[in-house]
């Protein structure tokens, strides 16, 4: 087992040691894309969602190294040739500062930065990374997302994106080293112009939840991970993986195309 650093914290290595947050999702979603991307075969996707949120993480949990790293990195995805920011970067620039200027905003990402802890669930190794915590007090993680409403109808926007899983295993870490359960803080900054804003805490009852249905598949993970277990493809329509690494091997009945795995299941009665 690798020692976590900010350094290596996202490496590969780290992520084969540790199952995290996103890996979680990435596996309840397409378990062989989640192997595909440990195995290197797949490259995770990084589009300007990713860099954008990352650009206001850095602004307003960040350190001076980190910030001054970040730019380095991205400086041909965040300025243009003659030197001005890209739109959408000046619009994430509005947005830190709509932030900054709220005090209870501030409260909340004023704990300890990006700090790393690792634990266990189910005997599973887990690491996290918070954006802000207070010792005894919070937990809080800081979201730059596209709207505040749900993209769907039927389920709450916490749930619809998986912060509910992000919270419970957050909380259950920290309790793990610290014998303390805090409350789960989201400061939430929209790219609507103007951004909404808004501060939220989950409910505990909503993190009991979450909590129970990883621990109900995470060690399953884990095994598909060791290679004990093989990973089922999706074939959900959106999955890019599944789409690109598809074999056809026999026709099958026109009324399933488009479905996913488990929808097909389902419709045969194997749910
Ligand atoms: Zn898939």
């Not at 947050?21 to 991307?37: D, I, N, P």
């Not at 990402?109 to 700090?115: A, C, I, P, S």
């Not at 915590?133 to 505040?148: N, R, W």
Request: with cysteine.
């Amino acid at each position: 087992m690798i020692k976590l650093t900010e350094a290596n914290y996202y490496s590969n290595e780290s992520s084969k040691d540790y199952m995290s947050v996103s890996q979680l999702k990435q596996f309840m979603k397409c378990e062989a894309r989640a192997v595909a991307e440990l195995k290197g075969e797949y490259g995770p996707e990084r589009g300007r969602a990713l860099l954008l949120g990352s650009y206001v993480d850095e602004w307003l949990t960040g350190t001076v190294e980190s910030q001054d790293r970040f730019i380095e990195e991205n400086r041909s995805e965040l300025f243009k040739k003659n030197g001005e920011k890209y739109a959408d970067v000046l619009q994430a620039d509005e947005a830190i500062r709509r932030v900054m200027e709220q005090p209870l905003m501030m409260k909340y990402l004023r704990g300890k930065k990006q700090v790393i802890m690792t634990g266990e669930i189910e005997g599973v190794p887990f690491k996290i990374k918070m954006d802000s915590y207070k010792p005894g007090e919070f937990i809080a993680d800081l979201k730059y997302m596209a709207s505040l409403r749900s993209p769907n109808l039927f389920e709450p926007m916490v749930k619809y994106w998986g912060y509910d899983l992000q919270a419970a295993c957050y909380q259950e870490i920290v309790y793990q080293n610290t014998g303390k359960r805090l409350p789960f803080i989201f400061v939430v900054v929209t790219k609507e112009n103007p951004p909404h804003l808004a501060v939220g805490e989950i409910n505990q009852w909503n993190m009991d939840e979450a909590l129970e249905t990883v621990k109900a598949r995470i060690r399953e993970y884990q095994k598909i991970k060791n290679s004990e277990l093989s990973p089922e493809r999706c074939e959900d329509y959106n999955c890019k993986y599944c789409a690109e690494t598809k074999i056809l091997t026999e026709p099958i009945d026109t009324d399933l195309f488009g479905m996913s795995a488990a929808q097909i299941k389902a419709l045969k009665g194997e749910l």
